[in-house]
């Protein structure tokens, strides 16, 4: 074959990824890895975190303060004659953060009202609904006959739970919370304010919270009988050692030996946030967003959601099948032949009409 009759293979490889021509066994399955990684990065990526705690725990702060740049409600819609409102007013703001390429669509949920009443019996209800409306929201996305490509995501996947720092317990509306919205929702307790508590007082206060989730059945992240493999076991189990963080918020910027910092400047000195030795805020950072963000939304997708689905599918069969036994419709074909006419469904059995119930275990 002439030279001209050669086929000619294009190079698909990319600007600075090596070759191995001279590697004779090399096939290339690891270039998946790049691919995925491009597909990423032109996709972006959404993470959806909601704040729950009595107001002045200083919620926004954090949240700014985490992702360092002014994404709470708070900071975007400030409001300086903002009431306590009377029931729990669930509010949220989206950001679109871009950080050496990559792109993230952040959703931050806020839950003004919540644990500020006289009387806060079941004032977990509204947020509990919440979380289980953007579950059946993206339920009727997924079983729609003509889907998206790519169903927006609205599902809650982590919820930061603020505990006062009292340094005694957890009272009794922290327990409620926890223990009902632990089975349908991320949730990662935090201490707030943690230096109006003496060292010995937050080691202290962590040790009997600890104790208390133990004794309450209240598995928070990240679940014990989640983690894939002793690797994954032997990193969460420090970070269960740690849970509740001990955490101080701040987007004030100081100078301190020369570097710029995060902190709280006070007359004995500057709170360094980012400052182990002063607060744990950098465990909790690193936990939310460094090492464990993808984990955290996938048990979100496959274990709260899927859980969320499954019943609801279960509930939508029964309610059907009791339906038809009770009303069958009887409709004569054009041979005669009479036919059974099941009640309209939408894809994968779910009834339109069906509406949202409370997903709680």
């Known amino acids: 074959m002439s030279d001209s009759a050669k086929l000619h293979h294009p190079n698909p490889q990319g600007k600075g990824e090596k070759t191995h021509g001279s590697d004779f066994s090399y096939v290339g399955i690891d270039a998946i890895l790049e691919q995925m990684r491009r597909k990423a990065m032109k996709q972006g990526f959404e993470f959806n975190i909601m704040v729950v705690g009595q107001s002045g725990l200083g919620k926004s702060t954090l949240m700014n303060t985490l992702f360092k740049s002014k994404v709470s409600r708070k900071s975007v819609q400030p409001d300086p004659e903002e009431r306590i409102p009377k029931t729990i007013d669930i509010k949220s703001i989206s950001h679109d953060i871009e950080e050496k390429g990559v792109r993230?669509?952040?959703?931050?949920?806020?839950?003004?009202?919540?644990?500020?009443?006289?009387?806060?019996?079941n004032c977990w209800q509204p947020i509990m609904k919440f979380i289980n409306d953007q579950y059946e929201a993206y339920l009727q996305e997924e079983i729609n006959i003509n889907r998206k490509k790519r169903i927006p995501d609205s599902r809650v996947h982590c919820c930061i739970y603020f505990i006062p720092p009292t340094g005694h317990c957890l009272r009794p509306l922290?327990?409620?919370?926890?223990?009902?919205?632990?089975?349908?929702?991320?949730?990662?307790?935090?201490?707030?304010?943690?230096?109006?508590?003496?060292?010995?007082?937050?080691?202290?206060?962590?040790?009997?919270?600890?104790?208390?989730?133990r004794a309450n059945g209240i598995d928070v992240y990240p679940q014990k009988e989640f983690d894939e493999d002793a690797e994954d076991r032997l990193i969460n189990d420090k970070i269960r050692e740690m849970i509740p963080f001990a955490v101080v918020g701040s987007d004030q910027e100081y100078q301190v030996n020369g570097k710029r910092i995060l902190g709280r400047k006070t007359k004995w000195g500057t709170?360094?946030?980012?400052?182990?030795?002063?607060?744990?805020?950098?465990?909790?950072?690193?936990?939310?967003?460094?090492?464990?963000?993808?984990?955290?939304?996938?048990?979100?997708?496959?274990?709260?959601?899927?859980?969320?689905?499954?019943?609801?599918?279960?509930?939508?069969?029964?309610?059907?099948?009791?339906?038809?036994?009770?009303?069958?419709?009887?409709?004569?074909?054009?041979?005669?032949?009479?036919?059974?006419?099941p009640s309209t469904l939408q894809a994968n059995g779910v009834t339109a009409q069906h509406e949202a119930q409370s997903h709680e275990m």
């Open 104 to 121: 993230m669509k952040l959703t931050v949920i806020d839950t003004p009202g919540f644990g500020d009443q006289i009387n806060n019996e």
């Open 174 to 213: 922290d327990v409620e919370f926890m223990r009902r919205l632990s089975n349908v929702v991320n949730i990662v307790p935090v201490i707030a304010k943690a230096d109006t508590l003496t060292l010995e007082e937050r080691d202290y206060f962590k040790q009997t919270i600890r104790e208390e989730l």
């Open 271 to 341: 709170i360094e946030v980012e400052n182990i030795a002063h607060c744990e805020f950098a465990y909790l950072r690193d936990l939310l967003i460094r090492t464990h963000m993808q984990n955290i939304k996938d048990i979100t997708g496959n274990i709260h959601y899927e859980t969320y689905r499954v019943r609801r599918l279960n509930e939508s069969n029964a309610h059907f099948s009791s339906h038809s036994s009770d009303h069958p419709t009887v409709q004569p074909k054009v041979n005669g032949q009479p036919e059974e006419q």
